[in-house]
């Protein structure tokens, strides 16, 4: 299953919160789609799978200040 988060417009540390609470409702293998546009997140949210053990699949910056995120749960 896929699910797509989007928490544009939302300033740091909300991104990552919200991230969270989605993977939370996940089940193990199922992917979380998250477009944010706050800087810090680009280093919050991947450091964060990281260390849950969650993969990212998928990371790219749509534009100047726009990125997306896959992450699939451990």
């Not at 993977?23 to 949210?45: H, K, M, P, W, Y």
Request: glycine fraction near 4%.
């Amino acid at each position: 299953m896929r699910q797509k988060l989007e928490v544009l417009g939302m300033v740091c540390p909300f991104p990552l919160i919200e991230a969270k609470n989605a993977v939370e409702q996940l089940n193990s293998g199922d992917e979380l789609v998250i477009d944010f546009d706050c800087t810090q997140a680009t280093e919050s949210i991947p450091r964060w799978a990281a260390e849950a053990g969650h993969e990212v699949t998928n990371y790219e910056q749509l534009d100047e200040a726009q990125w997306t995120i896959t992450i699939q749960k451990k």
